[in-house]
């Protein structure tokens, strides 16, 4: 017997034994093995966003940022890619001149990450917050998230590198 027909004969071997296998389990079972196989929801939605983004059109942009808003809803509060769809969907909110939505969903995002320990990005969304307050002509506010980008930029979670760039987009 050749090596490719004793390799064949295994294949065929082991894909038999995994359809009794398959067949042997319940339906909830099988049910448990493709949800966990299967791309979630919140990550679906984060992939269409990802999709309209390149459409480039003002309505494309629109439906990004609501289909990166809903990904970071359906996400569990521990889930660090939350925080990232809120700053995409702000990104997109901006880009079609809706400043105070999206200074509204890059604090939300700054939050999500501080309170999951992204420092850096928490400090990054921050600064972005202030910069969309002081568009928005609202100064106080963007005092307030300057201050709380400064405060992350003391952090000792974080390396020289880090706390340079960010200390370098406060000084812009």
């Not at 269409?48 to 509060?77: N, W």
């Amino acid at each position: 017997m050749t090596r490719k027909t004793a390799c064949s004969i295994a294949l065929a071997a082991a894909l038999a034994s995994a359809g009794t296998v398959g067949a042997q389990m319940s339906p909830m079972a099988r049910l448990a093995v493709r949800l966990d196989t299967a791309p979630s929801a919140a990550e679906q939605l984060h992939e269409r966003g990802l999709a309209y983004t390149s459409h480039g059109t003002v309505e494309a942009m629109r439906d990004a940022a609501r289909f990166h808003e809903l990904s970071a809803s359906k996400r569990q509060e521990d889930d660090l890619q939350s925080a990232r769809c809120l700053r995409e969907a702000a990104q997109m909110r901006y880009a079609v001149g809706e400043v105070a939505v999206a200074r509204k969903l890059m604090v939300q995002s700054a939050e999500r990450a501080a309170a999951l320990g992204d420092v850096v990005n928490a400090a990054e969304s921050y600064l972005d917050a202030a910069w969309l307050s002081s568009e928005l002509r609202d100064f106080t506010f963007a005092r307030d998230y300057t201050t709380k980008a400064k405060l992350l930029a003391a952090s000792p979670l974080l390396t020289g590198e880090q706390r340079t760039a960010i200390r370098a987009r406060m000084a812009e």
